[in-house]
C-alpha cells in the first residue's frame, strides 16, 4: 500500500513562493508527479519525474516557474513554485503510479495524497 502525505502549502501574494513535499511510504513505482484542481475545474497534471532516470515533464502554465525534485534517501518528491500567480491556486495532490511505466507523463497515477492548499493572492 502506497500512502502519499503533502505538505507546504499555503497563502502567498503573487510573485511568491512556495515549496510543496510529498513524503512516500510503501512501494511506490518510477512514475510520481505533482496534480492541482481548483474549485469547479477538472484536475490538472502540473508536473511529473521518472525517478529511475530524472526525467521531468511539465505542463505548458508552470513551465520555467515550477520544478520537481526528489530526495531519494527519505522517499521525498518536492515541488518547488516560484513566481506564483492567481491561477495557480488550488488543491495541489502528490501522486504515483501503481506499476513501472516507461513514459511517466500518461495516464498512469494510480495512488494521490490528501492535497495541501496553495492560495495566490494578486
Known amino acids: 500500500q502506497v500512502q502519499l502525505v503533502e505538505s507546504g502549502g499555503g497563502s502567498v501574494q503573487a510573485g511568491g513562493s512556495l515549496r510543496l513535499s510529498c513524503a512516500a511510504s510503501?512501494?511506490?513505482?518510477?512514475?510520481m508527479g505533482w496534480f492541482r484542481q481548483a474549485p469547479g475545474k477538472e484536475r490538472e497534471k502540473v508536473a511529473t519525474?521518472?525517478?529511475?532516470?530524472?526525467?521531468?515533464l511539465y505542463a505548458e502554465s508552470v513551465k520555467g516557474r515550477f520544478a520537481i525534485s526528489q530526495h531519494n534517501a527519505n522517499n521525498t518528491l518536492y515541488l518547488q513554485m516560484n513566481n506564483l500567480k492567481p491561477e495557480d491556486t488550488a488543491m495541489y495532490y502528490c501522486?504515483?503510479?501503481?506499476?513501472?511505466?516507461?513514459?511517466?507523463?500518461?495516464?498512469?497515477?494510480?495512488?494521490y495524497g490528501q492535497g495541501t492548499q496553495v492560495t495566490v493572492s494578486s
Open positions: 501522486a504515483s503510479a501503481a506499476v513501472w511505466h516507461k513514459y511517466c507523463g500518461g495516464n498512469v497515477y494510480e495512488y
Open positions: 510503501g512501494y511506490t513505482r518510477n512514475c
Open positions: 519525474m521518472n525517478t529511475a532516470d530524472g526525467t521531468t
